[in-house]
C-alpha cells in the first residue's frame, strides 16, 4: 500500500511531499514537516479529499469570529490550499490553512481548515519552503478570540 512521504533539500529549504488514502490532511502534512524539523515555512497543496473539517470567517455583533464547524463527508476535489507551518507557545507543531474545494455537483466552497477530518480521498502533493532561521509561533491577539503566527529569528523568543 502507497504511503505518505516526502524528500527534503536542506540547503534550499524546500520540502516535496504527497499524502497518502485515508491520511489526514492537515496532520499529514505536519507529520512530514515534523520529520525533518521544520519550524517556520509556507506551504501549498493540491488534491482530493473524502472528508472537510473547516470553518468560515464571519462578523457577529461588529465582532470577527468563526462559524462553529462545517464537517462534511464527499468526495471534494482540493484546487488551491496555502497555509503556514509553526509551533504553539508549548512548542508544539502547528499549522494554518485556507483551501478552496469544489465538490461533485460543481459546488466551490472553501475557509479556514480545521485540524483533523480532513481524509486523503487519492492522494495530495505538497511543497512547503522552509526558513531555516526563523520560527513562526502561534500567539493570542490581546482582546479577541484569534491566535495568531507571529514571525521571530530562531533563538530570539
Known amino acids: 500500500m502507497r504511503q505518505s512521504h516526502s524528500q527534503y533539500n536542506e540547503a534550499k529549504g524546500i520540502l516535496l511531499g504527497s499524502l497518502a488514502k485515508d491520511d489526514d490532511l492537515l496532520l499529514g502534512i505536519l507529520r512530514q514537516c515534523e520529520k525533518n524539523n521544520i519550524r517556520a515555512g509556507a506551504f501549498q497543496?493540491?488534491?482530493?479529499?473524502?472528508?472537510?473539517?473547516?470553518?468560515?470567517?464571519?462578523?457577529?455583533?461588529?465582532e470577527y469570529t468563526y462559524t462553529t464547524p462545517i464537517k462534511e463527508s464527499k468526495?471534494?476535489?482540493?484546487?488551491?490550499?496555502?497555509?503556514?507551518?509553526?509551533?504553539?507557545?508549548?512548542?508544539?507543531?502547528?499549522?494554518?490553512?485556507?483551501?478552496?474545494?469544489?465538490?461533485?455537483?460543481g459546488k466551490i466552497a472553501g475557509g479556514h481548515f480545521l485540524e483533523g477530518g480532513n481524509s486523503v480521498a487519492v492522494t495530495v502533493e505538497f511543497s512547503v519552503?522552509?526558513?531555516s532561521d526563523a520560527v513562526a509561533i502561534r500567539e493570542p491577539i490581546p482582546g479577541t478570540e484569534f491566535r495568531v503566527f507571529n514571525f521571530y529569528k530562531e533563538g530570539e523568543k
Do not use: M
Open 45 to 62: 497543496c493540491i488534491g482530493s479529499l473524502k472528508s472537510v473539517n473547516y470553518c468560515i470567517l464571519e462578523k457577529v455583533n461588529g
Open 75 to 105: 468526495t471534494v476535489e482540493l484546487l488551491s490550499g496555502n497555509g503556514f507551518i509553526g509551533v504553539k507557545e508549548d512548542g508544539s507543531p502547528d499549522i494554518h490553512f485556507h483551501g478552496i474545494f469544489i465538490d461533485e455537483q
Open 129 to 131: 519552503t522552509a526558513s
